[in-house]
């Protein structure tokens, strides 16, 4: 930005007289007529604009590479924040603002764009109105918005203030049957021990907790809601490694060798993440149609005869492994530390030669196995969605 120093230099370093039709004095905001510093001011928001529509298409870029994840960040949020510099709600809007026009038509897009640009629409409540699409397909995902009536709630936000903005929505909100809109979710840290966790809860739910306090006994009597919680985490903890790991994972040695079942091959383009892990199941199912001796859950079964044709390759993880990974890698993407979305990932792809030791397997996280995906197979190849980056035996969570 400009100097705002007041001292009166009139000299002018010949760097600046060639980049700049006046001089760097006559340019100063203070001594510019009052004409001219209006016209400059609105220049210059108008170049500010502009610029917001950019930094949109960097950021969905930065996010379709998933390039934040070789940063050491856990999402695109993360590293707005941490590496760029924005305060949560200035990431938020850009974020927000960027997958509604991701999720429109390029024609559409433009035509958004145009308005940011004029600034009849302004970010918060292209992000308010991104956050009541979510809302509506969440509650209903066959009754979501199309694109049309997406640019209808959008128009009825042109030049309006957020607080207008939020009226516009509540109407909007109204006819598609939506009731108020509860306060979003917020965990604020308040101690490097504590952090404060805001959510509503549905009445159905409050009555569960309170079940599930019942069932307790009497240890859960007088509980305060957190220690409530802890219990449940407690619980539901063991139960959840006894479904992904096995029961007897604790048993499981490294040296046995297991009867394994067929890794999964999956592909990790980015629009094909769901897929990608909804279809395990399904191809887990193929495998044990294929196989019926082999065994559904258990870590380490029995060894049983297999047959001596289609020997499968030694790419398969059974649930022990998995676990002693898990175990060995603190239950965190070992890129980025996320907790969420984790996979079981070969260090060096199968497609390569990439075998199933412990020492070849690592936790990642789903941005950082796609970035790694896209560092190997390249970008194209991983949207396109081939099948054949046989990069990951993902074996994913439960
Ligand atoms: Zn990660």
Redesign the pocket.
Known sequence: MQNLSTHKSTSETPRQSKDLPESQAQSQPQNLSDRDLLERMQLLVQKERTLVTEILHHLKEVERRKLY?DLGY?SLFDYAVRELGYSEGQAGRRIQAMRLLRELPKDRQEEVERKIADGSLNLTNICQAQSFFNEVKKASPDKALGVDDKLGVLEKLEHKSSRQGQEALMESRQSVGLGVSLPKEKTRSLSSEHSELRLVLSRELLAELEEVRSLLGQKAMGMSWAELIGEMAALSKEALKDKKFGKRREKARPSTPAPEKLCVQTPTPEGELKASTSSQPEAEAKSKAKSKAETKSEPEPKPKPKPKTHQPKPRSISKGKRYRVWERDGGA??????QQGLQVDHIVAVARGGGCEEENLRL??????VREGVKEFGLERMMRGDPSPERNGIESGP
């Open positions: 994840s856990k993407c070992v890129k980025c530390g996320s990642l996280c789903l941005s950082c196995n």
